[in-house]
């Protein structure tokens, strides 16, 4: 059974640094696209970014310069760095593995991040001005 737990996340005043972590069992790690989604006080979900097992792939435009992802391979976790924090980042984030289910590609999925398969539980990241 797939397991992804989120840790991390918390509090942070804009311009501040945060790391949120995922820790996944259950599937072959080494070859799975992971993905750090966010669900925002906009209520719209999205990817913030994407990493395979050659390195990052994806960053959303506005995140792009500001975080960084990276996966250890010895300890099937994956990180989110996120640097230069902005209120706009506020939101839970989700750690997913593979085919999520949605079609996300547009910038935002479709349905709620919730309905994203394979996720963790959430990690709340909040950024205050």
């Known amino acids: 059974e797939t397991q992804l737990v989120e840790s991390g996340g918390g509090s942070a005043q804009t311009g501040g640094s945060l790391i949120v972590s995922c820790a996944a069992s259950?599937?072959?790690?080494?070859?799975?696209?992971m993905a750090w989604y966010r669900q925002g006080a906009d209520n719209r979900c999205e990817m913030v970014s994407l990493?395979?097992?050659?390195?990052?792939?994806y960053f959303a435009d506005s995140v792009k310069g500001r975080f960084s992802i990276a996966r250890d391979r010895a300890k099937n976790t994956i990180y989110l760095q996120m640097n230069s924090l902005k209120p706009e980042d506020t939101g839970v984030y989700y750690c997913?593995?593979?085919?999520?289910?949605?079609?996300?590609?547009?910038?935002?999925?479709?349905?709620?991040?919730?309905?994203?398969?394979?996720r963790g539980q959430g990690t709340l990241v909040t950024v205050s001005s």
């Open positions: 997913a593995a593979g085919d999520v289910g949605l079609d996300c590609s547009g910038g935002s999925c479709p349905l709620p991040c919730v309905a994203l398969n394979a």
């Open positions: 259950g599937f072959s790690f080494d070859g799975s696209e």
């Open positions: 990493v395979g097992d050659d390195g990052p792939m």
